[in-house]
Structure formats: structure tokens, C-alpha cells
T-cell receptor
Framework: GAVVSQHPSRVICKSGTSVKIECRSL??????MFWYRQFPKQSLMLMAT?????????EQGVEKDKFLINHASLTLSTLTVTSAHPEDSSFYIC???????????FGSGTQLSVL | AQSVTQPDIHITVSEGASLELRCNYS??????LFWYVQSPGQGLQLLLK??????LVQGIKGFEAEFKRSQSSFNLRKPSVHWSDAAEYFC????????????FGTGTQLKVEL
């Protein structure tokens, strides 16, 4: 069945480095994917909407140069956290909607820890 | 502004007891309504959804929710809670016709006592 696969599940990096997170739609194509950020014991906050073949749409307050989004195919969107700093440490989750269904599927999330 | 409120941050129930998690929304029209569950360090799993029609919807794992337009509420219920139901529960809404951009409530952490 349709699944959203997110990788890696956990990443630890040094401050100043860049980290790439992948989000794949399995068994369906997704022209649009969504990236959320979740702080401990808090809700999900939408960061950006990833659009296949075009620029991502960022929510207010999200730095587009810090969080680079690429959606080069109908099954893959990537989020790159550039020059990561400890304040970027968070749980990042992607989602996509299978066109055959009417609800959003979520990846299993990526825990980013910046030292 | 559009918003989703989950008044209860934490709820503790005994196994076998009934459960009700509250959700209120503030939107100009009736939105799509969802309940998701999240286990620690995991993504979100859809429990149930309401788009239109019967206001009492059944979901997975024995959960149900009732849409009450007059109260702008979509409360989640389960008659008998199991220890495995311990998790974080999120109510979410999307604009009618949009269906994609979800706005989440702050979540309710459910603890189940054995």
C-alpha cells in the first residue's frame, strides 16, 4: 500500500555542517509534499510545501536559505538543513497525500541533533 | 485566524476505562477534520477523519469521533482503553476543498495506568 518513507530516522551532526533528509512516496506519486518541524512535547508546525518541479513555498518565519527543499521527482522530496546549529535540533516530519485517498500520510520522522 | 485547540495537555486513564479527548476548531466553514496518533519518535498514523455526512465516524483501533457543528468540536472517544493506546494524540483540520494543508492542535499526551 501507499507509504511515505523518510530517511534517516536519526542523525547527529556537528555545528556548521549540512544535513539532508529524504522523503519518498512509495506506491504513489506526490506532486506536493509537506515538511513539518516538531519540538519536544509540542505540535507539528508546517515549515514548507514542496512542489514537484518548482520552488517550495515556505511558511512565514521559515528561512528558505537555511532549509533548502528540492522536489525533483514525483516520489522524492529532500530537505537540507544548511550550516546546522544546535537550535536546529528538532524532529522533522514529511507528509504527502496519495491522490487515491483523501488524507495525508506521514513519514516516520527524522530526529536531528546538532552538537 | 484559523486555529485548533486541544484543551487537555495530559490525560491519565486506567486500562479498561473510557476515554474522551477534546478538540475544538475555529474556522469560517466546516473543515476536514482528522485525528492522528503519534508514538514516541515516530510519525503520525491516521485514526479517523470527517469530511461530511454521518457526524459519528468510526476509526481504527476502536476509536470513534463525533462532529458537533454547533460546538465546533470533534472529540475522540474510546469505550475501553488498552495500555497500548498510550501515545500522543493530535487533532488536525484542513480547509474544505483544500485537504492538504493541515493545521494541528497542540496534542494530548495519553497515559494509561495498568
Amino acid at each position: 500500500g501507499a507509504v511515505v518513507s523518510q530517511h534517516p530516522s536519526r542523525v547527529i551532526c556537528k555545528s556548521g555542517t549540512s544535513v539532508k533528509i529524504e522523503c519518498r512516496s512509495l506506491d504513489f506519486q506526490a506532486t506536493t509534499m509537506f515538511w513539518y518541524r516538531q519540538f519536544p512535547k509540542q505540535s507539528l508546525m508546517l515549515m514548507a510545501t514542496s512542489n514537484e518541479g518548482s520552488k517550495a513555498t515556505y511558511e512565514q518565519g521559515v528561512e528558505k536559505d537555511k532549509f533548502l527543499i528540492n522536489h525533483a521527482s514525483l516520489t522524492l522530496s529532500t530537505l537540507t538543513v544548511t550550516s546546522a546549529h544546535p537550535e536546529d535540533s528538532s524532529f522533522y516530519i514529511c507528509s504527502a497525500r496519495d491522490g487515491r485517498a483523501s488524507w495525508m500520510l506521514f513519514g516516520s520522522g527524522t530526529q536531528l541533533s546538532v552538537l | 485566524a484559523q486555529s485548533v485547540t486541544q484543551p487537555d495537555i495530559h490525560i491519565t486513564v486506567s486500562e479498561g476505562a473510557s476515554l474522551e479527548l477534546r478538540c475544538n476548531y475555529s474556522y469560517g466553514a466546516t473543515p476536514y477534520l482528522f485525528w492522528y496518533v503519534q508514538s514516541p519518535g515516530q510519525g503520525l498514523q491516521l485514526l479517523l477523519k470527517y469530511f461530511s455526512g454521518d457526524t459519528l465516524v468510526q476509526g481504527i483501533k476502536g476509536f470513534e469521533a463525533e462532529f458537533k457543528r454547533s460546538q465546533s468540536s470533534f472529540n475522540l472517544r474510546k469505550p475501553s482503553v488498552h495500555w497500548s493506546d498510550a501515545a500522543e494524540y493530535f487533532c488536525a483540520v484542513a480547509l474544505t476543498g483544500g485537504g492538504n494543508k493541515l493545521t494541528f492542535g497542540t496534542g494530548t499526551q495519553l497515559k494509561v495506568e495498568l
